[in-house]
């Protein structure tokens, strides 16, 4: 059985989703926008049926129409990324990079592959920008040697990680 139906949390915001499960009712949806303003705002939401049935070809015809009257991708009343086409469910893509913002509270930033790291003017793209900072952190890392194995590093990785544990100090 294929069922439709209309999420809406006690702050306002919509969620049109599917499932196929018995226990429907249960379901909290799988949206990721969802999902984090759910662990945000708590599980207070009404489940409304809208269309139920067993023709699947049907129940595709219907979940797009709603999703198009409902405008759910567009419209800031839903929680919605993409088109409920009554077969798919969330997955990936670029599809919900214009919903919400850059620094929106529910979904985060951008993705990486769109950030600043690899924007062309990005500082650190510079290969002498890159020089001078190694440059200018040259010395500043003390070198230390271990008295046990004779073992150099730098002094805070040598004193978390090795001199208690030399395997020579105990042999010595």
């Given at each position: 059985m294929y069922r439709l139906f209309l999420k809406t949390h006690n702050k306002g915001l919509k969620y049109l989703c599917?499932?196929?499960?018995?226990?429907?009712?249960?379901?909290?949806?799988?949206?990721?926008y969802w999902k984090r303003y759910l662990k945000i705002y708590g599980k207070g939401i009404e489940t409304k049926l809208l269309f139920?049935?067993?023709?699947?070809?049907?129940?595709?015809?219907?979940?797009?129409a709603e999703s198009k009257e409902?405008?759910?991708?567009?419209?800031?009343?839903?929680?919605?990324?993409?088109?409920?086409?009554?077969?798919?469910?969330?997955?990936?893509?670029?599809?919900?990079?214009?919903?919400?913002?850059?620094d929106h509270p529910l979904f985060g930033r951008k993705r990486?592959?769109?950030?600043?790291?690899?924007?062309?003017?990005?500082?650190?793209?510079?290969?002498?920008?890159?020089?001078?900072l190694s440059e200018k952190n040259k010395g500043k890392h003390e070198i230390v040697t271990c008295p046990h194995c004779g073992k150099s590093g730098g002094s805070r990785a040598m004193k978390r990680h090795h001199f208690d544990n030399c395997k020579e100090k105990n042999n010595g």
């Amino acid at each position: 059985m294929y069922r439709l139906f209309l999420k809406t949390h006690n702050k306002g915001l919509k969620y049109l989703c599917k499932s196929e499960q018995e226990e429907w009712k249960k379901y909290l949806g799988s949206g990721v926008y969802w999902k984090r303003y759910l662990k945000i705002y708590g599980k207070g939401i009404e489940t409304k049926l809208l269309f139920e049935t067993n023709d699947l070809e049907e129940f595709k015809k219907v979940c797009l129409a709603e999703s198009k009257e409902r405008n759910i991708v567009e419209s800031e009343d839903y929680a919605n990324l993409i088109m409920e086409n009554g077969v798919d469910g969330g997955g990936g893509g670029d599809y919900w990079l214009g919903k919400g913002g850059e620094d929106h509270p529910l979904f985060g930033r951008k993705r990486s592959d769109l950030s600043e790291r690899n924007v062309e003017n990005n500082p650190m793209n510079n290969l002498e920008t890159r020089a001078k900072l190694s440059e200018k952190n040259k010395g500043k890392h003390e070198i230390v040697t271990c008295p046990h194995c004779g073992k150099s590093g730098g002094s805070r990785a040598m004193k978390r990680h090795h001199f208690d544990n030399c395997k020579e100090k105990n042999n010595g």
